[in-house]
């Protein structure tokens, strides 16, 4: 039972549209004209990034699109090091990817400076307040916001409004990593709709989709300079296997993503109340426990939340561990619906599953809770939410 929050299963669709004769090829392009490669003979790779583009541009509602990071890491460091400048400072979630700080710790030693953004534990969010002080004092020219702990929605608009008193030259990057699907199914925030400047993503966690990386923004500007930071300095192949998978993934969210959506929403809801009713404690419950896929159940009662993710991988259940703020608890867990939805869960399994969690973390037999777990995973026995 897989409930890691950044993984998933692409549908069977997607993985029949894996092309292992494309990984043969380079489509190396300049820029962001996609006809512009550098190597012959890439007439048809350009017509099926460009089909794959027009349909995320349609799906996302955004102008410009670029698929050539291979992971939503990659896709942050281009966006940052290409909007940023020497000795730029930037403002990022602490529990994010800290893209300038990566930049300024590598060997390189990137001129960068990163500064914490403040976060509210208690409500797995932002802390708008401080933040906006932040800004007024240091007037970043970059926010890198979104985070590896997205239970919610983040206060873009805000904190847009904040950037443009204090810096009306600065770039707010929105990494929509955990939640792309939610934003393709119209169940999240619309980032680029309520200020932000570009959307960096990677392709597989809620999306469901082939791995590798991905860049939205409606600013020309922006689209050509993070254009020109990927190829020739960080990219050359862009792994084109992928793109049919990839632009299978994007039909399916126009099908089905709403009511995909809504499912794993839903899922997570349930089973964050049916752990707490089974006393363990969730981090933000008095919020509804989350807005998204992920749920943080604190475990300081049965030990340290990597060790509890060790004992629940002896149950044949998957999951991570985390620390959180001394205030919220110490020790936790980060879960994941997204892989058991799109295998068949409904709001009715979320008993059984924390009853699978809940032996675990209390130290029973591995062998008696793996059988439970065994019988309860055997419920999931399809992909749901794809295109016959």
Known sequence: MNLIASENTPSPLVEELFDEGLSQRYGSYKGIDLNQRTYKGNRYIAEIEIYAHEL???????????????SGNIAGIAATFALGEPGVTALEVENGHGYAQK??????????????????DDRSNIDLPATVELIGKHKPKIVNIGSGVFLFPQPVSELKSAMRQANSGSYLIYDAAHVIGLIAGGRFQSPLAEGADVVISSTHKTLAGPQGGMILTNDKS????????????LMSNHHLSRLPALAGTFVE???????????????????GSALEERGVPMLAAEFGFTESHTLIPIVDAYGDGSEMANRLEACDIIAGGMNVSAEAGTNALRLGVQEVTRWGMTTEDAPAIAD??????????????KTKVKQVAQRFNRIQFTLN
């Open 56 to 70: 995320a541009k349609e799906l996302f509602d955004v102008k410009y699109v670029d698929f050539r990071p291979l």
């Open 253 to 271: 969210w126009m099908v089905c993503g709403a009511a995909h959506a809504d499912a794993i929403v839903a899922n997570a809801k349930a089973l």
């Open 103 to 120: 930049l300024a710790e590598s060997p390189l030693k990137v001129d960068t400076k990163s500064i914490p953004i403040p976060w509210d």
């Open 222 to 233: 922006i689209a050509e300079r993070i254009g020109a930071s990927l190829y020739p300095l």
């Open 356 to 369: 699978c969690i809940l032996q675990a973390l209390s130290g029973e037999s591995p062998k008696k809770v």
